[in-house]
């Protein structure tokens, strides 16, 4: 289903920017790519075992 970036900032109850700085680092880390206006999760299991900021 897609959803544009300031419903997902919506629906997890952030700031659009936050969302924003949140893919980006996502990004830089490998975790996450942005293809066409997709968003691939390139590692999902490094993805979930992410340990919080």
Same mark, same amino acid.
């Given at each position: 289903m897609p959803i544009r970036q300031w419903e997902l900032a919506r629906? @997890? #109850?952030?700031?659009p920017q936050y969302v924003t700085r949140l893919l #980006?680092? @996502? *990004?830089? *880390? #490998?975790l996450l790519l942005r293809c066409k #206006?997709? @968003?691939?999760?390139?590692?999902?299991?490094? @993805?979930?075992?992410?340990?919080d900021p």
């Open positions: 629906y @997890l #109850g952030i700031t #980006g680092q @996502l *990004e830089d *880390e #490998g #206006g997709w @968003l691939i999760i390139a590692d999902p299991h490094r @993805l979930w075992h992410r340990p």
